[in-house]
């Protein structure tokens, strides 16, 4: 939905020209210590890059030589998640069943989903904490403008901002949720633990699908026997109710849900979190 369509549902609401600041939708492209240990790293990706060339994907690339009657050494794992992408894509969007599916089967897709989930874990997730550290702006900016409507309504003033739409992409989205502690299993996903992650939490197709989108919604309860009780929010992933992170519950006292998230809105600043640690030490991984 557009934000044209979506403002015309709100009534008396006026909406503004769109403004792009790639700094708060695009923090890990700002982060200079993201960019330096994770982005630009070679070794960053390690178990991605194991996975690729362990039991689970070799047996892949020997059934697609196989089946398409090609020497095996004439195909690696990047043309094979290239089919397989081929084959997704065409169905997600256009609803059409390529030629490419018929290469793989059940057991072929959750392997290399896995190998995706890998990426994502490493890249953007739990891999290397400043992965979701680097996001700690866009975390506050979001409290930040509810704190503005609570303050608002207190004041018995409009609320200036009844809704703020931002505009980003999975990247966005994954660090984001990794901070709140969302979807995190008890141990790393790495390339020798395929089969222990079977019902992992991390499956970032599911996560952040396409269109995907998270919501904070500010309830104001009229009838609040207590001030603490006047305020409530919700979390909605993907237009679907998202339990808090720290106790399952669907809804939350606007100040219990501060008072959880303390440390990151109070003290996590992106520009100490993102300078470069001093020469010799390396990157945290989890």
């Known amino acids: 939905m557009c934000l ?23 923090f890990f492209d700002h982060c200079e210590k993201f960019l330096t240990e994770v982005e630009k790293n ?10 690729k060339t362990g039991p689970e994907m070799q047996n892949i690339l020997k059934k697609v030589a196989a089946t398409l009657q090609v020497p095996v050494n004439d195909l690696n794992a990047d043309l094979i998640q290239v089919a397989f992408f081929t084959c997704s894509f065409d169905l997600a969007i256009k609803g059409v069943k390529s030629p490419w599916c018929d290469v793989f089967d ?5 392997v290399l989903e896995y190998l995706n989930d890998l990426k994502q874990y490493w890249k953007r997730g739990y891999g290397y904490t400043i992965n979701s550290r680097s996001s700690c702006t866009l975390f506050q900016d979001i409290f930040q403008h509810l704190d503005k409507a609570v303050e608002q309504k207190q004041r018995s003033q409009p609320i200036s901002s009844p809704v703020i739409l931002q505009f980003g992409h999975a990247e966005t989205l994954l660090p984001l949720l990794s901070l709140m ?36 919604v500010l309830y104001h309860c009229e009838n609040a026997k207590t001030p603490k009780e006047q305020f409530r929010v919700q979390m909605l992933l993907n237009e679907k109710v998202l339990p808090l992170a720290y106790s399952q519950e669907t809804v939350s006292f606007y100040e219990d849900l501060k008072n959880h998230y303390k440390d990151i809105l109070q003290s996590c600043q992106t520009s100490e979190e993102c300078e470069l640690a001093k020469a010799n030490s390396t990157s945290d991984e989890l």
């Open 106 to 110: 059940i057991d072929d897709a959750k």
């Open 42 to 51: 070679a070794t960053a990706l390690y178990h991605v890059e194991a996975f």
């Open 181 to 216: 502690g969302y979807f995190k299993d008890k141990e790393p996903l790495t390339a020798y633990n395929y089969k222990e992650q079977m019902h992992r939490k991390f499956r970032s197709g599911h996560i952040v699908p396409y269109a995907s989108n998270l919501i904070f």
């Open 4 to 26: 044209f369509q979506l403002c015309k549902l709100v009534r008396y609401m006026e909406c503004g020209p769109p403004r792009v600041n790639d700094k708060l939708m695009r």
